[in-house]
């Protein structure tokens, strides 16, 4: 006798009860059977029962599912499922919808969820923070805290008593109050966390041993990643631990964004999917073979039932983890229509961006892909700046070669276009633009400013390897004045963990999988460099403070934004007339790269200088009035009246 069942109730494998448990697992219709086999631990061991599934019967297209129910309670023990193909069994796996695994990811785990809510969690409420106030903070568990268990040396010149971690390179490192500090110090309200689903890379049997990986390698989407909780052998301690992480950051009023790589898998071989539906969620090229978007062998097939699998996926993670928003590696490998449907799908207060590019050539034509160019076709979407970035700092393709902030002259309209929020704007000539040639934001808040991250060198170094015999004044000077063009633009400024320390990763590029004495976070540079450290949190606060900094509506921003006459290596504009309702009336902004200081013509009118070489301050730092004004080499200056 069959069953019959729909999609949606087979979209959770496994419903725990206390009576029984039901295990459900979508295959290909061309499947010849399934075992489902229990076990008492997650690894190791014989399976305790094996169990022949049944066929279920559904109408959805080349997809099958099998089921069964066992009586008895089941909480604590492991489970696998092996579907049959042909004559050849796939291989044991969790499934692709597992919620909770044992060590190492490979076989599924039975608990019961509810015991997992940490005190609160039914309370426990996103910070009701508007798309065109964030502040993003990139961080990686393990960069942000492994470093913080050594004491402070005692010669430092600043008496700062130093507070260590308890959970260095895990996620209760975020519940600590030296890290909610430090976040709402520096202004964050939005932390933006490497991949936390459970990847493959790291060893999770072996966690004594010094192990590195950013994580873009997945495994269960489901799962949080077993390395950064405490204790990877029991399932729901890191499903406990993930949430108490989240309750601590809401609490503080910081919004945690997952970043999540739906675009590849670690591999096609021995992943859930490909042992329960083979090839079903991969594109291949016209010739057979696996199309390589991604960079990393293979590209997922968003077009196709993973769509719907990855919409399923995110609305879990917001009901189930309460996750405020998503990054989405590599967006320019999914299609348009299901990154819409996300959107749709998901609250309107979860922000949701990505990256506007893929990695190589994808099996769809760019003009279907979620790309920077189709951001305007992608309401509610935010992507990556790469046009500001690069112009700023130089192209990623050559770490040698400067721009900007290396006196280089000529990158002014892409800044330009960076400080409008990439919208149309009728004093932003985008023939002169480095890479979009015409506005690719319908509003500013679906442009991600920044001029560093993970994927790249960090701020330092880059300046560092792209101006030959930098001092370390300049080096200051530069690096400050590359973070006020992003503070002072008008799409949502990200920053990456570390650089309000002059963080340097010793000039790697690509430390996916580099040493923590790489990676890690030196929180000494807060004390050896307390000048960064101040300027960062007074411009963090003078954005948040002023309106006219993120007025989040393009019509605002054509009304109230106007650039000043542009010189080489300078760009300054006018946030003019109360701009998004801000108190002061008029607001100038100069970026200058040059080595030597520039006169530019201002507004006739008395201001109060707020910013000025290495120096923020909201109440005023001087006072200056006149139609003309000169700004220090390397160096912004911000003023009003």
């Known amino acids: 006798m069959s069953i019959l069942v729909s999609m949606t109730a087979v979209s959770q494998n496994v419903i725990y009860t206390p009576q029984s448990t039901t295990f459900s697992f979508n295959t290909l219709k061309s499947a010849k059977a399934a075992v489902l086999r229990i076990y008492d631990e997650g690894t190791g061991g014989k399976a305790v029962k094996t169990v022949k599934m049944k066929r279920a019967k559904h109408d959805d297209g080349p997809m099958a599912a099998y089921v069964t129910t066992l009586k008895g309670d089941l909480k604590d023990k492991f489970y696998t499922v092996d579907v049959k193909y042909g004559k050849k069994f796939m291989g044991e796996c969790p499934g692709p919808d597992a919620r909770a695994v044992g060590v190492n990811g490979q076989r599924g785990a039975i608990i019961d969820m509810a015991d997992t809510d940490p005190e609160g969690w039914a309370s426990d409420a996103r910070p009701a923070i508007a798309a065109s106030d964030l502040v993003i903070y990139e961080m990686h568990h393990r960069d942000f805290s492994i470093a913080r268990n050594v004491d402070l040396d005692p010669g430092m010149p600043v008496k700062i008593k130093r507070v260590s971690s308890q959970y260095p390179g895990k996620f209760l490192a975020l519940t600590e109050p030296w890290a909610i500090n430090h976040l709402k110090a520096l202004g964050v309200n939005a932390v933006h966390i490497l991949p936390s689903f459970d990847f493959a890379s790291i060893d999770e049997t072996r966690l004594d041993e010094p192990q590195y990986n950013w994580g873009y390698d997945p495994l269960n989407y489901n799962v949080p990643e077993g390395s950064y909780s405490t204790n990877p052998y029991k399932p729901e301690v890191r499903v406990r631990e993930f949430k108490l992480m989240v309750q601590a950051l809401h609490k503080a009023g910081i919004k945690v964004i997952l970043d999540v790589v739906y675009n590849h898998m670690f591999s096609v071989e021995g992943n859930s999917f490909q042992k329960t539906m083979p090839d079903a969620i991969f594109r291949k090229t016209a010739d057979g073979n696996y199309s390589n ?245 007074n411009l963090v606060k003078l954005r948040k403070h002023h309106p006219a900094f993120h007025m989040g509506s393009a019509e605002q921003v054509r009304k109230h934004l106007e650039f000043l006459p542009t010189q080489d290596c300078v760009v300054a504009f006018c946030l003019k007339d109360n701009a998004g309702g801000d108190s002061w009336n008029d607001i100038v902004v100069v970026l200058n790269s040059n080595k030597t200081p520039v006169r530019v013509d201002v507004p006739q009118g008395r201001y109060t200088v707020v910013c000025t070489q290495e120096q923020v301050q909201e109440d005023g730092l001087a006072t200056f009035s006149g139609s003309t004004v000169e700004v220090a080499p390397q160096s912004a200056l911000i003023m009003h009246q």
């Not at 998503?326 to 949701?352: E, Q, W």
């Not at 990256?355 to 951001?375: D, F, H, I, R």
């Not at 101006?467 to 370390?472: A, F, K």
Request: glycine content about 10%.
């Open 293 to 537: 978007g991604s960079g990393c062998g293979n590209e997922t097939k968003s077009e196709g039932w993973f769509g719907d699998y990855m919409l399923k996926s995110v609305k879990y993670w917001v009901d189930e983890y309460h996750i405020d928003g998503f990054r989405f590696d590599l967006m320019g490998v999914h299609d348009i229509a299901t990154m819409n449907k996300i959107r749709a799908a998901l609250p309107s207060d979860i922000f949701i961006y990505g990256e506007g590019w893929s990695a190589g050539s994808c099996a769809l034509p760019a003009e279907q892909l979620g790309m920077k160019a189709n951001v305007p076709r992608m309401p509610g979407i935010a992507a990556f700046c790469d046009d500001m970035r690069d112009a700023l700092r130089g192209p990623f393709s050559d770490d040698h070669k400067g721009a900007f902030l290396a006196g280089i002259a000529g990158e002014e309209e892409s800044i330009k276009a960076g400080i409008a929020g990439c919208i149309e704007h009728p004093q932003v000539d985008y023939s002169k633009v480095n890479y979009s040639k015409k506005p690719w934001c319908l509003e500013p808040t679906q442009m991600i400013a920044y001029v560093s991250c993970h994927d790249d060198m960090c701020l330092v170094d880059r300046l560092k390897a792209s101006i030959p015999g930098l001092s370390e004044e300049e080096l200051v000077s530069l690096d400050l004045l590359a973070q006020t063009a992003v503070l002072t633009s008008q799409g949502v400024p990200f920053m990456l963990s570390g650089e309000e320390l002059l963080r340097s990763k010793k000039g790697v590029h690509n430390s996916y999988n580099s040493p923590d004495s790489i990676n890690e976070l030196d929180w000494n540079g807060a004390y050896l460099h307390p000048q960064v450290w101040s300027y960062y949190c």
